[in-house]
């Protein structure tokens, strides 16, 4: 509980020294924006406002996210983060349509502007504090997992490399009278359309739920099989995201058939508890039991992995099982998302076998590629 606190105040303090920023940037760009006529500088200003109603939703956001866990969310309300995203997206996107509007309309027909050295002075200052705000804001919303403050950071960087563009214009219009503020302004408008759009996709995603990490998943099955020698394999790890600091799932562990139930439960209970030192992540565990003594089934299994592995889609096999009396071999086979056919799949595999080993019986299910550990 102590970590979700201190997390909800730092998420916090970084949300509201984006707001007192670019609360003095909106306050300085319209001043000026205004009395320049420049409509660039302008949508700059409102731009920053996106900024600052972005930060009050994900302070509101990150308070509801941090609620503790009751009847009917009994895996807390961690993803209302992702919730407040996708609204601080829509009202990015929402200003940028507005912004694009408005500059078309000055680049049909342009209106007067003035510039002089303060308004080159105070975009400057803008500019750098948006950079600075920026890779602040990006440092803490990864150290914190949180990729409603990682999309503002980038908005912050993008607002920086906006009002450079703003600032260019404004000196090449004092240097050589070239009024391009529509187009400045149509420029301004296509960057904060852009962070609106990857910020949607982004929490859409989260929403959805996507894969786990690659590189997280082989760290964690490596670990596993290091330091439990009885552990043969991990397959079918699933991991499942109920907030940036709640991470649940499971996966299945390939054992000797001859271990008993008593080192079973004692192997499952050290792998959660290492699991969750290591990640805190909670996972539950499941078991595929081979024999690992038979030479002949040994050899068996290897054959079929081998026959299996060659035909194309077909990415892994595990949960394997030979029921001897009943002449049956029961696996799983994990496919390649290009495959559609999943039944085809199942029948070029078993023609296959057949070809080899065709004295079995073949019950074959068919996995997705959730996370592979191979």
């Known amino acids: 509980m102590k970590k979700e606190i201190n997390r909800e105040k730092e998420i916090i303090k970084v949300g509201s020294i984006g707001i007192a920023t670019n609360a003095v940037l909106i306050v300085f760009k319209a001043i000026i924006g205004f009395?320049?006529?420049?409509?660039?500088?302008?949508?700059?200003?409102?731009?920053?406002?996106?900024?600052?109603?972005?930060?009050?939703?994900?302070?509101?956001?990150t308070k509801i996210a941090n609620r503790p866990a009751d009847k009917k969310h009994p895996l807390g309300h961690g993803r209302f983060e992702y919730i407040t995203s996708m609204l601080v997206s829509f009202i990015i996107l929402g200003a940028g349509v507005t912004a694009i509007v408005e500059s078309i309309k000055k680049i049909i027909e342009p209106?007067?502007?003035?510039?002089?050295?303060?308004?080159?002075?105070?975009?400057?200052?803008?500019?750098?504090?948006?950079?600075?705000?920026?890779?602040?804001?990006?440092?803490?919303?990864?150290?914190l997992k949180s990729e409603t403050l990682i999309g503002s950071g980038k908005d912050a960087m993008f607002d920086a490399i906006v009002s450079s563009t703003t600032l260019v214009g404004i000196i090449i219009f004092m240097a050589a009278g070239i009024n391009i503020d529509g187009y400045l302004g149509a420029l301004v408008s296509v960057f904060i359309i852009k962070?609106?759009?990857?910020?949607?996709?982004?929490?859409?995603?989260?929403?959805?739920?996507?894969?786990?990490?690659?590189?997280?998943?082989?760290?964690?099955?490596?670990?596993?099989?290091?330091?439990?020698?009885?552990?043969y394999?991990?397959?079918?790890?699933?991991?499942?995201?109920?907030?940036?600091?709640?991470?649940?799932?499971?996966?299945?562990?390939?054992?000797?058939?001859?271990?008993?139930?008593?080192?079973?439960?004692?192997?499952?209970?050290?792998?959660?508890?290492l699991?969750?030192?290591?990640?805190?992540?909670?996972?539950?565990?499941?078991?595929?039991?081979?024999?690992?003594?038979?030479?002949?089934?040994?050899?068996?299994?290897n054959k079929i992995s081998e026959i299996?592995?060659?035909?194309?889609?077909?990415?892994?096999?595990?949960?394997?099982?030979?029921?001897?009396?009943?002449?049956?071999?029961?696996?799983?086979?994990?496919?390649?998302?290009?495959?559609?056919?999943n039944a085809k799949l199942v029948q070029d595999v078993r023609?296959?076998?057949?070809?080899?080993?065709?004295?079995?019986?073949y019950i074959i299910v068919v996995d997705t590629d959730v996370a592979l550990t191979e």
Request: charged share 25%.
């Open 111 to 143: 209106n007067e502007v003035s510039f002089n050295i303060v308004t080159i002075i105070i975009i400057s200052v803008a500019v750098v504090a948006k950079l600075v705000l920026g890779l602040y804001t990006q440092k803490k919303g990864r150290a």
């Open 35 to 61: 009395l320049s006529g420049a409509v660039s500088i302008v949508l700059d200003a409102v731009n920053n406002l996106t900024d600052v109603l972005g930060s009050v939703i994900t302070i509101i956001g």
């Open 308 to 341: 299996c592995l060659g035909v194309d889609g077909v990415l892994q096999l595990h949960g394997y099982r030979h029921f001897k009396e009943q002449n049956v071999i029961n696996f799983d086979i994990v496919k390649d998302f290009k495959i559609k056919d």
């Open 233 to 273: 394999g991990v397959y079918d790890v699933f991991l499942e995201n109920y907030g940036p600091d709640k991470i649940t799932g499971s996966f299945h562990i390939e054992v000797s058939k001859f271990l008993t139930a008593d080192d079973i439960d004692l192997l499952t209970r050290k792998i959660t508890s």
């Open 351 to 361: 023609a296959k076998l057949n070809e080899f080993l065709p004295q079995y019986n």
């Open 195 to 231: 962070a609106g759009i990857e910020l949607f996709i982004s929490a859409v995603t989260d929403i959805l739920g996507k894969r786990a990490d690659a590189s997280i998943v082989k760290e964690m099955t490596d670990l596993v099989i290091e330091k439990f020698p009885e552990v």
């Open 275 to 301: 699991i969750y030192q290591k990640y805190q992540f909670i996972v539950t565990v499941g078991i595929y039991a081979i024999d690992d003594k038979t030479p002949e089934e040994i050899e068996l299994k």
